[in-house]
């Protein structure tokens, strides 16, 4: 029996009630369903809102599929006695309790922390929301656009000389769901210490603005803003976008060292010793006249040839992929990051793979993304019979 | 006495070898780190090249700083056998070994997973590299720049028309650091039960695919490669920054409800019954024309009084904040996103504050980034004796 315990996924026994719907949440919640927590999923009679949206197969949205893997559909009416019953029932028997309300939300519906600590003291609440419940913006409402925007991430995204741009992805809100998966898992390896839950949060702002890193390091010490500079590095030349004979290659040389071997590997060895470019202040300042001179090398064989050249040779070289292009990689296939996931009636789904590799006890798609409800009678009985 | 256990952050006791250097790696030490395991960071003689990378103050790199908070460091020199023989030692009384070397490095160095396993069957060996130790790019280097373009992040990100961006964030290598630190924190959780370690990895191509959210169902489901529609959203109007009295605001209406919202704040209640305007398909075909329109009716009041009124009213709206701006909003401070560290004789570092808030045990500088070899005698000194 040794073998099968081994094998059981990290978060086996570990019980997530997920009163969240959309997007940052959902998201956390199928991390620890991919991790092998148990997640119920609360949905109203109507059920999450992405059910109805994005394009549709037998029915079903991919979208809604993509992000409810791992998880069983209990429908509740939290607006009436029974359901609200149900849900402290719920709790009692829970390990992790994950919302995506605006701060204060829950307490209205009569889940309040002191209530919840009353219901389960070992209880770990976490809460993903836009702001923060601290603050004169909690109460405000939350998308990704204003997140964006709000925390800095913008206003350092965009071609040089033009207006702050947003990143197409919703990164806010994932990149807050990520962080309170982790701390959820924190929370419950200090609770095998001391027996005690407490509430996690993040918020979509304050998530995505961690993600400044060194541009906020710099901010720090110089107190100057940092400058949109597209595509290229605001300090470091070459590196970039370059033409060969058929199609632009990413170049990051990120030291001296391997800047020398991508001059070498391109024919242009002696450039650092010409007295125009044999510092990094003298090629940033010429940097176009610099660009010309590496495309015209560039230009003598074919972007797939200098990718394989290049990157045997030490240097960081890439190109830009579509998703198409991402899907059919070979790298891509061989890390698994699409699959197809069979939904009974609704047929196979497929859907991001799991960027988290482990060993022994690799992720895994337990269970399709539920139908609304399928799990109400279920769940329910066994709270009722226990 | 329980009072104080009770305080003791999540990852107390937890001690993390960290062979990381640069960006990813240090960034998932670090977020270990501050759910306070004890990381022990083994630096070159030379130290981790970010030392000498960015602005510094009194001899000191802000960005260093900023990511190496809440860790030791060990100098061991792992080209002799002294040096590797003291890795060997502390892995032995190690639960976690985190490293961003290429795949395959760590074992030419002598620490195969079969010797790890050996020295530390309980050890969580954490990995993060660019692409994944499976694959055909498994020995190509990393950058960040490269796995946003190869990863499709890129793809969907520019102005309408216009080429490809990056961001300028290093998101692909936070976001790889972090699904690792999750990765880590599942798995000594999943340790609990059975006693063993295991071998966690995250790529930062394959983190930062999975931030492609519904881009990739919708992808997957209709085959087609999402556009790049810069600040608009590809599918709804009115979205995106409009102008006030006295500058832009950013708007996001993500549904019929929030829209009548917002058109009945500024006073186009009607407008949804404009035949040119009651569907989204139209609102969406004639959207210069309402942006115009919105733009007339917003000029009645300012930037400041609109994001007030309007999130009042239960409409997501913001505004482009710089760094500067972002480090003066009330919101950030109440937060407590920026905070300055004491660093001896270094004086004060600022550095980017928590963004995962526990209530019971919330994150806190244990430890100030430490100085090239400050834990070295210290940290083997215990190994000798013990």
């Avoid at 959820?184 to 998530?207: C, I, K, P």
């Avoid at 590496?294 to 050249?309: G, K």
Wanted: proline letters at 6%; charged letters at 25%; glycine letters at 10%.
């Amino acid at each position: 029996m040794t073998t099968s315990v081994d094998m059981l996924p990290p978060l086996q026994g570990v019980r997530v009630v997920d009163l969240t719907r959309v997007l940052s949440g959902p998201f956390c919640s199928m991390l620890l369903g991919d991790m092998g927590a148990e997640v119920i999923k609360i949905e109203s009679p109507s059920g999450d809102p992405v059910r109805g949206q994005g394009h549709h197969k037998n029915g079903f949205s991919w979208y809604f599929a993509g992000f409810n893997r791992n998880k069983k559909s209990v429908v509740l009416d939290l607006y009436s006695d029974e359901g609200r019953s149900d849900l402290a029932r719920l709790i009692k028997t829970a390990d992790v309790l994950v919302e995506n309300f605006r701060p204060g939300v829950l307490a209205k519906m009569g889940f309040s922390q002191e209530r919840l600590d009353e219901l389960n003291p070992r209880l770990v609440v976490a809460s993903v929301n836009g702001f923060g419940s601290k603050g004169p913006y909690t109460d405000r409402p939350a998308f990704d656009f204003i997140a964006q925007a709000m925390s800095g991430f913008m206003s350092v995204n965009g071609p040089e000389g033009e207006a702050p741009l947003r990143a197409a992805q919703p990164v806010t809100d994932l990149v807050a769901g990520l962080y309170t998966a982790f701390g959820v898992v924190s929370a419950l390896h200090g609770r095998n210490r001391d027996g005690r839950g407490q509430a996690v949060e993040t918020s979509m702002v304050n998530g995505v603005l961690s993600m400044m890193a060194y541009l906020a390091s710099e901010h720090f010490v110089t107190g100057e803003n940092p400058q949109r500079t597209g595509n290229d590095h605001p300090l470091v030349a070459p590196y970039g976008l370059y033409d060969t004979a058929d199609g632009q290659i990413a170049i990051a040389p990120s030291n001296d060292q391997v800047l020398q071997r991508l001059l070498t590997e391109i024919g242009l060895a002696e450039l650092l010793e010409d007295p125009r470019f044999d510092s990094n202040a003298k090629r940033f300042e010429r940097r176009d006249e610099l660009h010309g001179i590496l495309d015209a090398a560039l230009a003598s064989d074919t972007q797939e040839n200098w990718i394989i050249r290049l990157n045997r040779a030490g240097v960081p070289t890439g190109k830009i992929q579509t998703l198409k292009d991402v899907f059919d990689d070979p790298q891509i296939k061989a890390q698994e990051m699409s699959i197809d996931v069979p939904h009974g009636d609704r047929g196979d789904v497929r859907m991001l793979g799991f960027p988290v590799k482990l060993s022994r006890t690799p992720c895994e798609v337990r269970l399709p993304a539920p139908e609304l409800g399928e799990h109400t009678e279920e769940v329910l009985s066994a709270l009722r019979d226990g």
